[in-house]
């Protein structure tokens, strides 16, 4: 059975701080995805990886980087983070197309 | 990029067949997917189509592809009060879009 895990599900930041949102699947995947979700507008890709070191933007990556040192892990970095990146943020892991397989997500609220 | 869209709410009575419709922008998608939201959770994936087929039955799901028309719909049989969710259309070209999502509301 899959697993994708994200290593918070709420997280309260103020305005300013650095944020790491951590991801890691037991799966063996290749390739690995950030999103995030808003109400009215689904899920837009920010960053995904398709193999250890390697990244490449989605659809709004500003404001955001990544990190994959390890092929079960993928890091979501807010460097400076401000009120619009409130949001909910569901990773994912995948092996080709097929599917792709999501955490429960990690509600971030930014003050 | 690729426009994936959904009507945003869709209710039914349980025990009536629902129909979650989704147009999608890109004609070379290749995998068109049906995934669902439960309330705290992650998305699940229910079915998914390749683009070579027009229809695919999987118990109380029916997903049927139009693709002249780019469009994409899943039909649930008897809908049952567990059957409550965001339901999210998503296709697959060079990576993955994802509509905005249909919340589906059963009415017991």
């Known amino acids: 059975d899959v697993k994708v895990t994200q290593s918070s599900r709420y997280l309260v930041k103020r305005t300013g701080e650095k944020v790491f949102l951590e991801c890691v699947q037991d799966?063996?995947?290749?390739?690995m995805f950030w999103y995030r979700q808003d109400p009215g507008l689904g899920l837009r890709l920010i960053y995904f990886?398709?193999?250890?070191?390697?990244?490449e933007k989605g659809d709004i990556p500003e404001g955001y980087s990544v990190s994959r040192e390890k092929k079960e892990r993928f890091s979501l970095i807010l460097e400076s983070a401000s009120t619009n990146q409130t949001s909910m943020y569901l990773c994912?892991?995948?092996?080709?197309?097929?599917?792709?397989?999501f955490g429960p997500g990690t509600r971030l609220t930014v003050t | 990029g690729e426009d994936v869209e959904q009507s945003l709410f869709l209710s039914v009575r349980e025990g009536d067949s629902s129909v979650i419709n989704c147009t999608y922008t890109?004609?070379?998608?290749?995998?068109l997917y049906w995934y669902k939201q439960e309330p705290g959770a992650g998305l699940q994936l229910l079915t998914y189509?390749?683009?070579?087929?027009d229809m695919k039955q999987d118990q109380r799901l029916t997903v049927l592809l139009n693709k002249k028309d780019k469009h994409l719909s899943l039909r649930i049989a008897d809908t049952q009060t567990g059957d409550s969710a965001i339901y999210f259309c998503?296709?697959?070209?060079?990576?993955?879009?994802f509509g905005t999502g249909t919340s589906l509301t059963v009415i017991p």
């Open positions: 890109d004609s070379s998608s290749t995998y």
């Open positions: 189509i390749f683009s070579n087929m």
């Open positions: 990886s398709y193999d250890v070191k390697m990244k």
């Open positions: 998503a296709a697959h070209g060079n990576q993955f879009y």
């Open positions: 994912a892991s995948g092996s080709g197309v097929v599917r792709q397989y």
């Open positions: 799966m063996d995947h290749e390739n």
